[in-house]
């Protein structure tokens, strides 16, 4: 593997435990009810954030580290684009607040600013990836983590607060710290940004949407699917349930996506590095040979899941409702199809037009909201879980049909 493999994994490690143990703590000690209305805010601000934004986040990538010239006006443009985002999203999510939520103003303003700095937080970890700086992406990452998990803790064992807002409010401060410490420590030359001007241009802006849109269309229908049973299920049965629902699925999708980044960022470069080296069928051996290692990961981790699943729902997070193989199962069975998915998928990419992606996906996010409205009201969370499960192999089934056409494709090319 890589050096910058291995030093974006470190990167990745603390980050990790901490998304894991927020969830623990907000459901054992703040309850289900408040991590449900924490998640469905949380995501409500993540999916108008990815509509407005991840369109030039993915275009910072792609296109700034191969800009040698003119790099400070195509930051500043990249900035003014952010700021422009951040003001159109945080606006939609003080919209939502207001009449959708209802929200005390405690709640609306902190939401609302977790919104706007997520923006630059995220501005700045894309300009630190296409440039590379993998150490100084994990610096920001750990700060905004570690930020989070010590005003967690002091809230919950020193200020003995038992809310929503705490949740919130710890994301606000990791998010502004660590933008403190980025301007701080921004490295001298990587950053030049003209605050004094506007520097629009319709023509740029164009081309960032053309490239970014159909990525952003993706991620925002992959957190529709995360996010919308968690809603469904709050109209008809509650916070609670939502609540509930919502911690298994956050911490098995968090641990699972955990233990198979290492084979994803390993093998996603070899097959994209493979392809343009013109070795199409080799790109495609190495693709099957990931997955047959996904299968080896998910057989671990379920082993190790099923041996401690005890004490997570009744010591650890105190949900012994969960402990339902019909609940827990569903979900852990749809966290490692959707990882063996996004592999094959980075193979698709190169052999087929993203818009066959955003078709598949959309179709599986719409099965899903509405099998979840049908069947929610008479099963609850059982229903929801199975439902993931379903979507999650109709995306698989789809996206499955593609490779084999892809796969037949490459091998009628080499006998030609």
């Not at 945080?90 to 609306?108: C, D, K, N």
Request: charge should be positive; include cysteine; hydrophobic fraction near 55%.
């Amino acid at each position: 593997m890589k050096k910058e493999i291995l030093k974006y994994l470190a990167g990745r490690f603390i980050p990790a435990i901490v998304n894991v143990a927020v969830v623990i703590l907000a459901i054992r000690f703040l309850g289900p009810v408040e991590y449900g209305k924490y998640s469905l805010l949380l995501y409500s601000a993540l999916l108008a954030i990815t509509l407005s934004f991840h369109w030039v986040q993915a275009s910072i990538l792609r296109f700034l580290g191969s800009m040698p010239r003119e790099t400070n006006v195509v930051m500043s443009r990249f900035f003014d684009l952010t700021v422009f985002s951040a003001l159109f999203s945080t606006l939609i999510v003080m919209l939502l607040g207001v009449f959708y939520f209802h929200l005390a103003i405690p709640q609306l303003i902190l939401v609302s600013l977790f919104a706007f700095l997520n923006h630059f937080y995220l501005f700045h970890q894309a300009i630190l990836q296409a440039y590379h700086r993998s150490v100084r992406m994990a610096i920001l990452e750990g700060a905004d983590q570690l930020l989070i998990i010590l005003v967690l803790i002091a809230g919950i064992f020193f200020f003995n607060y038992r809310s929503s807002v705490l949740l919130l409010g710890s994301l606000v401060i990791g998010l502004a710290g660590a933008l403190v410490l980025r301007s701080l420590i921004r490295e001298k030359g990587l950053l030049t940004v003209d605050l004094t001007h506007i520097y629009w241009d319709s023509r740029f802006s164009s081309k960032v949407i053309e490239f970014g849109y159909g990525i952003a269309l993706w991620l925002f229908f992959s957190h529709l699917l995360m996010a919308a049973d968690r809603f469904i299920l709050m109209e008809y049965l509650g916070y609670k349930e939502a609540g509930m629902y919502s911690g298994l699925k956050d911490l098995l999708f968090k641990g699972v996506t955990f233990a198979a980044l290492p084979l994803y960022i390993s093998y996603q470069s070899k097959i994209v590095d493979q392809w343009n080296s013109r070795h199409k069928q080799e790109a495609w051996t190495t693709t099957k040979e990931a997955l047959s290692f996904e299968m080896l990961i998910f057989i671990i981790v379920f082993i190790g899941f099923m041996v401690g699943k005890q004490m997570l729902f009744s010591d650890l997070l105190r949900i012994p409702r969960m402990d339902s193989w019909l609940i827990y199962l569903p979900v852990l069975l749809a966290c490692f199809i959707w990882q063996a998915v996004l592999l094959l998928q980075r193979f698709l990419e190169l052999t087929f037009r993203f818009s066959y992606m955003l078709i598949g996906i959309g179709g599986c996010v719409l099965l899903n909201i509405l099998l979840n409205m049908i069947f929610v009201p008479r099963f609850g969370v059982v229903a929801s879980s199975m439902i993931l499960l379903v979507s999650s192999l109709s995306y698989a089934g789809y996206i499955l049909i593609l490779a084999l056409i892809a796969g037949k494709r490459i091998d009628q090319q080499e006998k030609a």
